[in-house]
C-alpha cells in the first residue's frame, strides 16, 4: 500500500507563489511517477504535470503556462509543486497520485484559494 498526503495549499492573494507538497510512504519502491491535479469547483478534476522517479517532467501546456514546477527529493519521497504569479482561477483542490504499474494512489487534497 502506498499513502500519499498534500499540504501546503491556504488562503493567498493575486500574484503571490506557493509551493505544495506531497508526501509519499509506504510501500514506495514500485512508484514510477508522481502526477500532480487540480479541480475547481463544478469543474472535472484536470491534470497539470507529472515527474518521474528519475526526475523527468511533464507538464499540461494548457494548465501550466510556464507558471508551474514539479521537483522531487526522492529520499524524502516527497514531490513538490510551485505555483507562481498566481491568479484566481488557480482557486481549486490540488491533488497527488502515485503511479504503480496500473494503480494510482490519490492524496486527500489541499485547498488553494486565490483572491483577486
Known amino acids: 500500500q502506498v499513502q500519499v498526503v498534500e499540504s501546503g495549499g491556504k488562503f493567498v492573494q493575486a500574484g503571490d507563489s506557493l509551493r505544495l507538497s506531497c508526501i509519499i510512504s509506504?510501500?514506495?519502491?514500485?512508484?514510477?511517477?508522481t502526477g500532480w491535479f487540480r479541480q475547481a469547483p463544478g469543474k472535472e478534476r484536470e491534470f497539470l504535470g507529472r515527474i518521474t522517479w528519475s526526475r523527468v517532467q511533464t507538464y499540461s501546456a494548457d494548465a501550466v503556462k510556464g507558471r508551474f514546477t514539479i521537483s522531487s527529493d526522492n529520499a524524502k519521497n516527497t514531490v513538490n509543486l510551485q505555483i507562481n504569479s498566481l491568479k484566481p482561477e488557480d482557486t481549486a483542490v490540488y491533488y497527488c497520485?502515485?503511479?504503480?504499474?496500473?494503480?494510482?494512489?490519490w492524496g486527500q487534497g489541499t485547498q488553494v484559494t486565490v483572491s483577486s
Open positions: 497520485n502515485a503511479a504503480v504499474g496500473t494503480l494510482r494512489y
Open positions: 509506504g510501500s514506495t519502491a514500485g512508484i514510477t511517477a
